[in-house]
């Protein structure tokens, strides 16, 4: 495609306004949620973690709620829930995003003693989210223009963030030994901390590791080509969905799983959402 079709196309509209706005809001609910059940443990980081103050005037603003935080914890929670209950209220706009960011951000520093994989996912897309609205429209047709570019370009980022975490993962397990022989789910089975105690006894049979580790490296090599493709995008999220479900189960990493469910809605088009309210239409016309 020619340069200058291609960003004839980028801005020509803002793609799947509804399917982004919708994602957009969920990822405000898992915040909200995140931090009601993190809300105990943080009582007891701040209680034994000083925040200080960052040098710059932009740090100390950035992170005034976490050094606040570590002597008023229940008044900056109460106020981060309060903001994240009107952000999912209003219209999606880039006020609710930048503020959205700036309470994951403050959430991540007062958490970073237990942070995963999963915190770290949430804080970039969170990030990417302030280029994800698209209220107010800007006067100008020409920063119109930039402005749906930039939408645009954001959402695709962040798709490919996505599947990077799959094709890394994939490629990892696929040149790596002890995956290839299934011998990795072995070695997970001694986790006992991490491991479900019905999950364990099925991994001391070898044949299992075996069908377990090659199911894994194929799905997480599959959902780098599949998710793209109009017919097998919804069957590779839907056996996505299956997959962390399962992960959650067996191994206990629920925050991780929620993330990475979540991240698949930026794959829905608007399209999907009018189907799913096709039988309600149906019945209201009844």
Known sequence: ??????????????HQRKAVTIFCKTLLCFTLFKIIFLWKICITIVAYQHFSWPRSWVGKI????????GDHLHIVYSAFLVLLIVGIIVPWNYFSAILHFWIV???YRIT????????????MISLAMIGMAAT???CNARWQAL???????????????????????????????????????????????????VVQPLLNNSTVNFILAWTTIVFELAFVMM?????????????????????AVALNLYGFSLIMILSYMIFLKD????????????????
Request: charged share 15%; glycine share 4%.
């Open 1 to 14: 495609m020619h340069p200058d079709n291609l960003i004839t196309k980028l801005s020509a509209d803002f």
């Open 62 to 69: 950035i992170f005034l709620p976490s050094v606040l935080a």
């Open 105 to 107: 951000a403050n959430l």
């Open 112 to 123: 970073l003693p237990i942070t995963s994989g999963a915190d770290q996912v949430h804080f």
């Open 136 to 138: 107010p429209r800007a």
């Open 147 to 197: 402005q749906v570019i930039v939408y645009n370009v954001t959402v695709f980022t962040v798709q490919c963030i996505i599947v990077s975490i799959y094709l890394l993962s994939g490629w990892d397990k696929l040149i790596t030994p002890s995956w290839r022989t299934g011998e990795a789910f072995r070695m997970i089975a001694n986790l006992q901390y991490m491991i479900h105690p």
């Open 227 to 247: 998710v793209w493709f109009r017919k097998t995008r919804l069957p590779i999220l839907g056996i996505g969905i299956l997959f962390h479900l399962i992960i």
């Open 271 to 286: 399209e999907d959402y009018e189907n799913i309210l096709v039988p309600f239409k149906r019945t209201s016309r009844k």
